[in-house]
């Protein structure tokens, strides 16, 4: 009781919904990051926590998430999707891009700019 547990694993889980892997912390509920569910997910690796990893390990979903998205929308203007699934792929793109903001800012500040 008391002393906060501190997380020392880093897991990859897969969703089996919509394929897409991504990490947590031995202490996070995982949930899926596209379709954020947590009833599918499987677990393919561990690993111990670095701050290299988890780095590694958001700015690589990050990445991916943006390339997925842009593909969707992408593809959806070439067939001629509706109104409502383009507003909502335009607000996924946006909420992306935010967090992917976020990280690179949280990043930027504890562990690129640290100097020895
Ligand atoms: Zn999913």
Known sequence: MGSRKKPSTLITYQCARCRWDFSRTELDKPKCTI???????QEIKREPITSQA?????????????ISLE????????????????????EAMVKARN?????????????TRKKA
Do not use: N, P
């Open 54 to 66: 988890i780095e590694t390990g958001m700015m690589r979903s990050m990445e991916r998430m943006m």
């Open 35 to 41: 379709c954020e569910k947590r009833d599918r997910l």
């Open 71 to 90: 593909k969707a929308y992408e593809a959806g203007r070439e067939e001629g999707i509706g109104d409502k699934e383009e507003i909502m792929l335009l």
């Open 99 to 111: 967090l992917q903001r976020h990280v690179e800012k949280a990043f930027g500040k504890c562990v």
